[in-house]
């Protein structure tokens, strides 16, 4: 935390205080309440652990460690509830321009608890043991919010799927996993919390993720489906016809099934079209200020790359399924190609309009560094990653509440100046 006067510090408590009695309004117990905001004063604490455990130990009198762990183990409130009031407050707050998506690891030595696998997690940069949790952020320039969660289960854990583990199957009832959850793909998640959060009548026309979502062609075109504009990143090998590649229709002889229009050159990777059209087709483009010294006019470094933008039509069997044979649809390719670089190094696709300007397009490719932000403020600062129960609704109640902590500090950020912000 900053380190601030008794008189700033007792201010903020009962702003805290103010903001959780809103938050958690849907609570039908008064007790319900009360630990709620005992589990946030704990998660704001400067010490680094915020399990329960340590958390009882700091809070004195308010810290009944079996209070605390009955509160976020196993009483049955619905945190759907509490992600719904925490995203009206920040969608007016922050006026998001985007929805993103994102997915963490929480790392795991044992295999106890929900949903724990092998798995690949950006966390740890490898396959490791883990959770994963699947995050959908409210986001602009200057701030965001996490306001909804799926905890993913991988399809070991799942007693339909033919890679059922066994032994992981039967950890689920002790997990508290409920029978209707199975294996769901991340980005069907990503698309089930645009759903629940559109229910709470929150409607953001555009979605940014990165290539674990947006090499999904399902993803896409369910976006496409919801009316959602997108910029997500994607692998080099993500095929595609130039942008003015015309599909053309054989002459039909009259027998046997009439021809289908179709492209005369094979798709080719994203990457092998940027290193045709050239290095001399990238441009300069700052899209945020960092917050080093540097000799930007604002007294800090610029944040700038070079980068290419064609017009391309991706291609893929469930593109052209959803096409119906016509003429595949064209979108933005943008490629980030350093000057110091030999090829490019990063791509992203967008469908947003043909009008749109470079530099929307990066600025927008670039939000999801917000997320990244996100991510270490909740960890490092307010224990995102340390929650040591092993159930399902566990778990759920944990990343809402440390969600209620981050966005607090974040409204804390926006409504004062830099030098009174508030603990972050």
């Avoid at 399990?51 to 009882?56: H, L, N, Q, T, Y």
């Avoid at 190094?345 to 600025?363: G, I, Y």
Wanted: one cysteine or more; glycine letters at 8%; proline letters at 6%.
């Amino acid at each position: 935390m900053r380190r601030c006067g008794s008189g700033r510090v007792a201010a903020v408590r009962d702003e805290l205080e103010a903001f959780a009695a809103e938050v958690f309004e849907p609570f039908a117990r008064k007790d319900q309440r009360r630990w709620g905001q005992v589990y946030l004063s704990g998660l704001m604490t400067d010490a680094r652990r915020k399990s329960i455990e340590p958390m009882a130990a700091r809070l004195g009198q308010d810290g009944n460690r079996q209070a605390l762990a009955h509160f976020i183990t196993t009483s049955p409130w619905d945190p759907a509830h509490l992600r719904a009031r925490l995203a009206w407050k920040m969608e007016s707050a922050i006026r998001p321009t985007a929805l993103v998506f994102d997915d963490t690891g929480f790392l795991k030595d044992s295999n106890a608890s929900a949903c724990v696998s092998r798995q690949y997690t950006g966390t740890a940069g490898k396959v490791t043991n883990c959770q994963v949790g699947v995050s959908l952020h409210l986001a602009r320039d200057h701030a965001s919010a996490a306001v909804n969660w799926r905890l993913f289960l991988p399809e070991g854990w799942d007693p339909a799927s033919p890679k059922a583990d066994p032994d992981k199957v039967a950890r689920r009832a002790a997990c508290a996993i409920p029978e209707d959850v199975g294996h769901v793909e991340k980005w069907q998640l990503a698309l089930d919390m645009t759903d629940e959060t559109r229910s709470w009548g929150i409607d953001v026309p555009l979605a940014i993720a990165d290539a674990g979502y947006g090499d999904a062609a399902a993803f896409r075109l369910g976006l496409n489906a919801r009316g959602m504009h997108y910029v997500v990143g994607i692998s080099s090998t993500l095929s595609a016809q130039p942008g003015d590649a015309a599909p053309v229709t054989e002459p039909y002889c009259g027998t046997g099934r009439p021809p289908v229009p179709k492209y005369l050159e094979p798709a080719r990777s994203v990457k092998d079209l940027v290193i045709e059209a050239g290095r001399g087709a990238a441009r300069p483009v700052q899209w945020r200020e960092g917050s080093r010294p540097g000799t930007g006019r604002s007294g800090v470094k610029r944040i700038y790359s070079r980068f290419v933008v064609l017009r391309i039509r991706p291609a893929g069997r469930e593109i052209r399924q959803a096409t119906d044979g016509v003429e595949l649809p064209a979108c933005w390719l943008l490629a980030e190609w350093p000057a110091g670089e030999k090829e490019p190094v990063q791509f992203w696709l967008s469908d947003l309009p043909e009008t749109t300007a470079l530099t929307t397009l990066v600025r927008l490719a670039k939000l999801r560094w917000r997320i990244e932000h996100d991510y270490r403020e909740m960890k490092q600062a307010l224990g995102l990653a340390h929650f040591e129960g092993r159930t399902w609704n566990g778990r759920h109640h944990h990343v809402t509440l440390v969600s209620i902590a981050h966005a607090f500090c974040t409204l804390q950020r926006l409504t004062r100046a830099p030098k009174d912000a508030a603990p972050a």
